[in-house]
């Protein structure tokens, strides 16, 4: 009797201190986030109002004139729980159009902010409601889905997060991460969103100042080996965020669909633009000695590690009182594994031909995106997408509406297993990814979340279902 009282002692001991905060308080002011209103009084709708408007905001020291939702820098923080019906009142006050893409949520393809393909895009002075349910827990952000690369680059996006009450994470520290960067000169003004021409599309453009949830390394406090949740979002148009804490491992718990099949450690962390990961750290230090939470460099083509330094993303101060002896946290999803058996392949190549008349342009299959026909799928067919990068440049592949399992070049699913919408391609390598286009028919987007390479023409989508009788045309701007 004696073994199995004391293991359940142990057991039950560690998750009982783990519930409970042990972070200094006011450890996360310098990471607030502005949260959007509900106005709603039934518990399970959330209705607010987003406005898309110009807004002068603080970025290290400077007052920067940034296009924002409702006035912030990230837009605010949009709060549910699974199974909530979300209702956007969204208004256009910009002097150009534009739309709100829901990335990574299920939503019906009306609401999935495409001009053109989803909905008539909102011009300036209009107004549009989103309206949809979030069916899984997660991280989620939006964003304009008109000059994508311009618009979120000048600051228009913001965090979704979709909670499971019961989702038995027994961290009370949690903090939601928008990662971003933003460009701007001595006197506060935007870069433009087309500097350094063709190279500079080529390149992927990313802004001079780091962000974490609109603050040039903010401070966060923490009490040594005590638990923190983080929800991260890299909503930059191009950078990509190599995450280090001076070598102190991170426990990622879940990704772009939420939680993964089992928790994994790593001691440092790739987000690429659009992803989304979900960890938990124990940051381990001394009062008067930070920790930063740094940007490693990262080779995702050239210009991305040449003459480029590192960047301290946040800076993590200790508190005086004992290190907390805390369990590790561990959390496991049941997940049928996929079977690619039966799936029809599909190619995807991606490219970036030689400079013609002084102008790149990266193409799908041999066209840009301005000249691609749809590829097709059936409702409810099951594909294997055997996406080929070509070019020597990495390309986060982003899929609207539909989640994706990534299988090896065995045709396994790689463990542990995880709902992804974004993956990235590393140059010169191809990648599978197993969908199931079980649902919800309309013509659904892809592309590269380098919003610079999507503008590029790395753009593409796929008719899910009978076409509409009605067609339209690729024009930019997207
Ligand atoms: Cu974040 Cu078309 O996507
Ligand atoms: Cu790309």
């Known amino acids: 009797m004696l073994p199995r009282l004391t293991l359940v002692a142990a057991l039950l001991v560690p998750c009982l201190a783990a519930a409970q905060s042990f972070a200094p308080a006011g450890w996360a002011d310098e990471l607030k986030l502005n949260e959007a209103v509900d106005q709603h009084p039934d518990p399970g709708i959330v209705e607010i109002d987003l406005v898309a408007k110009l807004a002068d905001v603080q970025v290290d020291g400077k007052t920067v004139r940034a296009w924002t939702y409702n006035g912030s820098l990230p837009g605010p923080l949009v709060r549910t729980r699974v199974g909530d019906r979300l209702i956007v009142h969204f208004t256009n006050q910009l002097d150009q159009p534009t739309t709100v893409h829901w990335h990574g949520v299920r939503v019906p393809i009306d609401m999935d902010g495409v001009p053109d393909i989803s909905q008539p895009e909102v011009r300036k002075g209009e107004s549009f409601t989103y309206d949809f349910v979030v069916h899984d827990a997660g991280l989620y952000w939006y964003h304009p889905h008109v000059m994508s690369a311009a618009q979120v680059g000048f600051g228009l996006y913001g965090a979704l997060l979709v909670e499971d009450p019961a989702d038995g994470v027994s961290v009370d520290d949690q903090l939601t991460l928008v990662l971003s960067d933003i460009g701007f000169d001595a006197r506060g003004v935007l870069e433009p969103a087309d500097s350094g021409g063709s190279a500079g599309m080529v390149f992927g453009r990313e802004g001079e100042f780091v962000l974490a949830n609109g603050r040039r390394r903010p401070t966060l406090r923490a009490r040594s080996g005590a638990p923190q949740r983080w929800r991260i979002v890299n909503a930059a148009k191009s950078r990509f965020f190599y995450l280090d804490l001076d070598g102190q491992p991170f426990t990622v718990i879940g990704t772009d669909g939420g939680f993964q099949e089992t928790a994994t450690r790593t001691d440092i962390l790739l987000v690429t633009p659009g992803e989304r990961i979900d960890v938990i750290v124990t940051p381990r230090g001394t009062a008067g000695t930070p920790l930063p939470l740094r940007a490693m460099l990262y080779n995702r083509g050239y210009g991305s590690v040449e003459y ?139 592309h590269c979340h380098i919003l610079d390479h999507a503008d590029g023409g790395l753009m593409g989508t796929v008719q899910v279902g009978d076409a509409p009788a009605k067609g339209h045309t690729h024009k930019p701007p997207y």
Do not use: C
């Open 308 to 446: 480029r330094a590192v960047e301290e993303v946040a800076l993590i101060e200790f508190s005086s009182e004992p290190e907390v002896k805390a369990a590790p946290i561990a959390t496991t999803r049941a997940m049928a594994a996929p079977s690619v058996v039966g799936a029809t392949p599909v190619d995807v190549v991606l490219a970036l031909p030689a400079m013609k008349n002084n102008k790149s342009e990266f193409q799908v299959n041999g066209v840009p995106f301005w000249k691609a026909k749809p590829y097709a799928a059936k409702l409810g067919e099951k594909q294997l997408w055997i996406v080929k990068n070509d070019s020597d440049w990495d390309h986060p592949f982003h899929l609207h509406g539909f989640f994706f399992h990534v299988i090896d070049e065995r045709g396994q699913p790689v463990r542990p297993l995880a709902l992804k919408d974004t993956v990235n391609v590393p140059m010169k390598s191809t990648i599978r990814l197993l969908i199931d286009f079980d649902e919800r028919p309309g013509e659904w987007m892809f």
